[in-house]
């Protein structure tokens, strides 16, 4: 069965501060991992997905996650934190697009002026 | 952009009311899935759904729920009798067949409060 473990309900960084968000996920098979955010009152938005080609991957509003399989680790990074990163991220891994996302329980993130 | 979307955003129901869950998947998609999110708890899967029919189904999608695509643009999720524990976000998803590695696109959900 797979699972995806995140860090820390909730961090808070300053603005301009690099965000670091963790994500370790078990799996049985080669995983397929995706961050998606979600802002207040809105869905579930994609971030970015590793489906076994790069190991560092980058995604939309200048975030990047590398896959670390010797880590088991999937962590969500930016060098910069705006005001406008606050919201819910969630990890989540799968067997291939096909199968059922299992996701993390959430990291709430909070950038202070 | 095209996107999920997802009626009602909030249902208040009695506990063994029935409710149904509207959802909208984009135009083209054609694997449709159901997930919910119970206050401060993961998200889980209940439902996938293709080609007219459950390609899967969770542990939670117990006989108290049903899905249907009545036409060609609603995707629906029925509870035939609410219990308390149904309180939960319930997100739509949807996806194309474009190839294994295709995105889940989520709908903003709908927040189904039972009393």
């Given amino acids: 069965a797979q699972s995806v473990t995140q860090l820390g309900s909730h961090v808070s960084v300053s603005e301009g501060a690099l965000v670091l968000l963790r994500c370790n996920y078990s799996s049985s098979v080669p995983p397929y991992l995706f961050w998606y955010v979600q802002y207040p009152n809105q869905g579930l938005q994609l971030l970015l997905k590793y489906t076994s080609a790069a190991t560092l991957v980058k995604g939309i ?3 990047e996650a590398e ?6 680790s999937f962590h969500l990074t930016k060098p910069s934190a705006h005001m406008s990163d606050a919201a819910e991220y969630f990890c989540a891994v799968s067997n291939s697009g096909n199968t059922p ?4 329980k959430g990291t709430r993130l909070s950038v202070i002026a | 952009e095209p996107e999920v979307t ?3 955003s909030h249902q208040v129901t009695q506990m063994g009311q029935e409710v149904i869950l509207r959802c909208v998947p984009i135009s083209n998609h054609l694997y449709f899935y159901w997930y919910r999110q119970i206050l401060g ?3 889980e899967f209940l439902v996938s759904f293709y080609n007219n029919e459950i390609s899967e189904k969770s542990e939670i999608f117990d006989d ?3 899905v249907e695509r009545p036409d060609g643009s609603n995707f629906t ?8 524990e149904d309180s939960a976000m319930y997100f739509c998803a949807s996806r194309t067949r474009e190839g294994s590695t295709d995105t889940q696109y989520f709908g903003p959900g709908t927040r189904l409060t039972v009393l």
């Fill in chain 1, 61 to 63: 509003n200048g975030f």
């Fill in chain 1, 67 to 72: 896959f670390k399989k010797s880590e088991t």
């Fill in chain 1, 101 to 104: 996302l299992v996701f993390g």
């Fill in chain 2, 6 to 8: 997802q009626t009602p």
């Fill in chain 2, 41 to 43: 708890q993961k998200v």
């Fill in chain 2, 64 to 66: 108290q729920f049903s």
């Fill in chain 2, 77 to 84: 999720l029925k509870i035939r009798s609410t219990k308390l």
